[in-house]
Nanobody, 121 residues
Framework: QVQLVESGGGLVQPGGSLRLSCVVS????????MGWYRQAPGKQRELVAT???????EYADSVKGRFTISRDNAKKTILLQMNSLEPEDAAVYYC???????????????WGQGTQVTVSS
C-alpha cells in the first residue's frame, strides 16, 4: 500500500510564507512525477507545480516566481515553498505522486489527504 502524507499548511498573512511537505511511504518500486495541486471552495482542483523524475519542474502561471517545488528522491519527499502568499492562494493543497508499487507492473497516481492553506489578515 502506498500513502502520501502532507504537512505544513496553516494560516498566514498576505505576503507571508509557508512550506508544504509531502512524504510518500509504503511498498514502492519507483517514483515518477510528483506534484502539488490545490482546490479552493467552489472551484476545480488545479495544478500548482510538478516535478518530473528527471528534475524538471513546471508551475502554474499564477505561482511562478513565488512558489518553488523540490524533491528528495532518497527521502521520497517533495516540498513546496510558498512565498509572497496572496488571498487567492488559499485552498486545500494536495500532493500527488505517480508511483509503481512493489510487485506491480503498472503505474498509477496516488493522492494525499490535503492540507489547508489560509491566507488572511
Amino acid at each position: 500500500q502506498v500513502q502520501l502524507v502532507e504537512s505544513g499548511g496553516g494560516l498566514v498573512q498576505p505576503g507571508g510564507s509557508l512550506r508544504l511537505s509531502c512524504v510518500v511511504s509504503g511498498s514502492i518500486y519507483a517514483l515518477y512525477d510528483m506534484g502539488w495541486y490545490r482546490q479552493a471552495p467552489g472551484k476545480q482542483r488545479e495544478l500548482v507545480a510538478t516535478t518530473i523524475s528527471d528534475g524538471r519542474t513546471e508551475y502554474a502561471d499564477s505561482v511562478k516566481g513565488r512558489f518553488t517545488i523540490s524533491r528528495d528522491n532518497a527521502k521520497k519527499t517533495i516540498l513546496l515553498q510558498m512565498n509572497s502568499l496572496e488571498p487567492e492562494d488559499a485552498a486545500v493543497y494536495y500532493c500527488k505522486a505517480d508511483v509503481r508499487a512493489r510487485f506491480s507492473s503498472v503505474r498509477r497516481d496516488y493522492w494525499g489527504q490535503g492540507t489547508q492553506v489560509t491566507v488572511s489578515s
